[in-house]
């Protein structure tokens, strides 16, 4: 993910006890730091006038966001909601300020300008001081409690407490029914306590959004696009069409494995997969199932986490060798951390590697500096990998809590992909630093880990000599499947009930309930145990309390697609697309390199077009790529009835489905 355009989730939230007291009179910093609009300003100079105090305003929201999801305590959430509360209300007061310009003559980079500048936060906040503050407190607050939430389970001496890391860890390795269903369930405890003030952040951002012109924020974050907001949830549901065929094979596929694993009472749930089963918190990458999905065993040898186990390993023995024999405990720990260091950062310069291969920068000094590579130990921290740009002037940073493992390994890739963006579009007005739309953003790096194809993992040493033949292709295709076609359902999913969360057609009364019948609907996957309105399972997802818009991921699997096929034309090269990897390619480098240069400075279809010649998202890069996996899996799953009936209820339609206009 990206925490950038940034500001915009962002929101940090002082401890409950401290800002209950001074609620009442929350307003003077906000109202003072309001900019006064200028006499006699004409629309391009208000626009400049904007960029200009967007730009001293960033570094500071950063910082303190930084830290606040670096280093979570009440001070720096204090600090953090401070800054974001001094953003939304400059926000607001530029919002305010442009409604003068309506109808005036301008040029068109002003008017894309004055369009962007309302989408500049995905959490519209009320003008009303008093509301802002509470709303900047809830946002903190809620980001703080996922990132502290922490099960704890047994008394006394035995008495453990886990993390989310360590839950997952248990369901990316453990096949112990039980033990899984113990993980998922004790995160999603940590969520039961966020219903109420997702309840009250709904209610304000709503009013924020309505003060801004908009029907309600589902509307505004639909209006990013280029598009109209209907238009651009059909297009939503369009591409979801195009795809979901593959993934209803793939889903066919897995269920039939996991009624082997476990049995067919415990590795399904009326046809839908057990959601604590899915190697997965959120089911949304499978690929941690590979022991039990792996086509034919052992062909193509593409075990990337014990690659990097090795390392880690190797690495360790070598720090322990340096700490001298008969080694203290302190020096064995000692050992191990340095050795954690170490191989986090030679993953992430492989990634870098990557990116230098097509002829962009290398990182500067600073983000290895100040990047946050593995966990610190002494205090809680915000996990959720992300990407910064601190100041439009080269301080990116990655934030993150770096395993030796696969799914790590491309999440840098990732995360990389947001910082190269930053860089390249950083000589843009700050209005136009971002994605030509956010989809964009995310599909960057994906792009790069869909040109991992074992020639390019075997040319840096990651796996063996990348065996030929069907079964070492379709054994490859999986793995990608697993990763990127079992994410597209989830990709929807999410903002499809925030969506109806938004505009009312999801009552606080119905969260839960039309949570999973989503997740039934989209991505075929259910609880084992009834999950009732006492718990708030949304929240146990991080973009919900992150108030992190989602569509965009969805649009990212489709769009990388497209990008890679691009790239791989512009490379010149010749044959199946699954087969391409442009790794090392100056061509495609540049042109990649020119559209993350454009920023957000002209509608996302005429980028697009410039890089992979259609203006239209379009998923059928998509199949192409998986084609052989899509006939293997038909084959697979001959005989089988395939798909699921969700169990309909009264799940409230999302709006979006409605195709209303107005309502989005
Ligand atoms: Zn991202």
């Known amino acids: 993910m990206k925490q950038r355009h940034l500001l915009l989730a962002l929101a940090i939230g002082a401890s409950v006890i401290s800002l209950s007291a001074c609620k009442k009179e929350p307003a003077e910093p906000a109202t003072s730091a309001t900019p006064a609009a200028v006499e006699g300003e004409t629309a391009d100079q208000f626009i400049a006038r904007v960029n200009d105090e967007y730009r001293k305003l960033y570094p500071e929201i950063n910082s303190a966001q930084w830290l606040s999801s670096t280093y979570i305590n009440d001070d720096s959430q204090?600090?953090?909601?401070?800054?974001?509360?001094?953003?939304?209300?400059?926000?607001?007061?530029?919002?305010?300020?442009?409604?003068k310009f309506e109808g005036q003559k301008m040029s068109p980079d002003t008017a894309r300008s004055i369009q962007l500048l309302k989408l500049m936060t995905a959490m519209p906040a009320p003008k009303d001081p008093a509301k802002l503050s509470e709303l900047t407190q809830i946002a903190t607050r809620m980001e703080g409690m996922y990132g502290s939430g922490s099960y704890c389970t047994g008394e006394g001496a035995a008495k453990q407490c886990r993390q989310l890391g360590e839950l997952e860890d248990v369901l990316r390795s453990s096949r112990d029914y039980d033990q899984q269903l113990d993980a998922w369930q004790g995160w999603h405890s940590i969520a039961r306590p966020m219903r109420k003030d997702y309840t009250r952040f709904t209610e304000l951002v709503n009013e924020g959004a309505k003060e801004m012109g908009f029907a309600d924020t589902g509307e505004m974050w639909r209006s990013g696009y280029d598009m109209t907001p209907v238009e651009i949830a059909a297009e939503t549901d369009r591409l979801w069409g195009q795809v979901k065929p593959l993934y209803e094979q793939l889903?066919?596929?897995?269920?039939?494995?996991?009624?082997?694993?476990?049995?067919?009472?415990k590795g399904q749930v009326n046809g839908l997969l057990p959601a604590h089963l899915m190697g997965n918190m959120w089911q949304q990458d499978w690929g941690n199932l590979w022991d039990m999905?792996?086509?034919?065993?052992?062909v193509g040898s593409l075990d990337i986490t014990s690659a990097l186990e090795k390392e880690y390993q190797a690495d360790y023995e070598r720090e322990l060798a340096k700490a001298g024999a008969g080694a203290t405990i302190d020096k064995q720990f000692a050992a191990e951390r340095a050795a954690?260091?170490?191989?986090?950062?030679?993953?992430?310069?492989r990634a870098q590697d990557f990116y230098t291969s097509l002829g962009m920068p290398k990182l500067p000094e600073s983000y290895w500096a100040k990047t946050q590579f593995i966990k610190p130990l002494d205090r809680d921290v915000v996990c959720h990998a992300s990407a910064w740009d601190m100041n439009m002037a080269g301080d990116v940073r990655t934030k993150m809590c770096i395993k030796p493992n696969e799914e790590d390994f491309t999440t840098i890739y990732h995360e990389l992909g947001h910082i190269y963006y930053d860089l390249a579009y950083n000589k843009q007005p700050p209005l136009f630093q971002g994605g030509a739309n956010d989809g964009f953003h995310e599909a960057i790096g994906d792009t790069m880990v869909l040109a991992m194809t074992p020639k390019y993992l075997n040319s840096i040493g990651m796996v063996g000599t990348p065996q030929q033949g069907n079964e070492a292709l379709i054994n490859s295709q999986m793995r990608m499947a697993l990763a990127k076609v079992s994410f597209l359902p989830f990709g929807l999913m999410i903002d499809r009930w925030r969506w109806g969360v938004f505009d009312g057609s999801i009552k606080p009364d119905h969260y839960n309930q039309a949570w999973w019948d989503l997740k039934a609907k989209y991505q075929g996957v259910a609880p084992v145990t009834p999950r009732g309105e006492d718990f708030f399972d949304p929240g146990a997802k991080y973009h919900v309390p992150g108030n992190t818009p989602y569509t965009r991921y969805f649009l990212s699997h489709i769009l990388q697609f497209q990008f890679y096929k691009g790239l791989c034309d512009a490379s010149g090269y010749k044959g199946p697309l699954y087969d391409c990897t442009f790794y090392g390619n100056k061509v495609a480098g540049q042109k990649f390199w020119a559209m993350l240069e454009k920023g957000s400075s002209q509608p996302w279809q005429a980028t697009l077009k410039e890089l992979t010649g259609s203006d239209k998202a379009d998923a059928s890069a998509v199949l192409e790529y998986f084609g052989p996996l899509q006939t293997w899996l038909k084959q697979q799953n001959?005989?089988?009835?395939?798909?699921?009936?969700?169990?309909?209820?009264?799940?409230p339609k999302p709006a979006a489905d409605k195709g209303t206009a107005g309502k989005g």
Do not use: F
Not at 640 to 646: Q, S
């Open 340 to 349: 954690q260091l170490d191989v986090a950062k030679q993953m992430t310069e």
């Open 638 to 651: 001959e005989g089988k009835t395939c798909g699921w009936a969700a169990p309909s209820a009264a799940a």
């Open 251 to 265: 889903h066919c596929y897995t269920r039939t494995k996991l009624e082997a694993q476990y049995g067919s009472d």
């Open 293 to 298: 999905l792996e086509p034919y065993k052992g």
């Open 78 to 99: 204090m600090l953090a909601a401070k800054a974001n509360e001094r953003y939304l209300t400059q926000l607001n007061g530029w919002i305010e300020q442009a409604r």
